[in-house]
């Protein structure tokens, strides 16, 4: 079983910056795919970022390509997601997920974040 926790969202201006963070527990992590989703309103979720268990591969989803950063750190059981120049199209719940195979069908999920852009 594992067990995701996000934290870092909030509220920020377009143009802004925010840093989201994924506790992870439980067994296996660093064997496990890790990915950021998001759902905007009205919207279907949508994959934003994948990073791949070594940490050496990383997929985004080309709306955020150039502006988010996705990253690992297994020995605090960490993932996170650096989002710079935030705009308007970016407020979403925003959930990690970890999957055993492709990160497409995630096993688990944390519960989301919440992150506002204002104009």
């Known amino acids: 079983q594992v067990q995701l926790v996000e934290s870092g969202g909030g509220l920020v201006q377009a143009g802004g910056s925010l840093r989201l963070s994924c506790t992870v527990s439980?067994?296996?992590?660093?064997?496990?795919?890790m990915g950021w989703f998001r759902r905007a309103p009205g919207k279907e979720r949508e994959f934003v970022a994948a990073i791949g268990w070594s940490g050496g591969s990383t997929y985004y989803v080309d709306s955020v390509k150039g502006r988010f950063t996705i990253s690992r750190d297994k020995a605090k059981n960490m993932v996170y997601l650096q989002m710079n120049s935030l705009n308007l199209e970016d407020t979403a719940i925003y959930y990690c997920?970890?999957?055993?195979?492709?990160?497409?069908?995630?096993?688990?999920w944390g519960q989301g974040t919440q992150v506002t852009v204002s104009s």
């Open positions: 439980g067994r296996a992590f660093t064997r496990y795919t």
């Open positions: 997920a970890a999957a055993g195979g492709t990160i497409a069908t995630p096993n688990y």
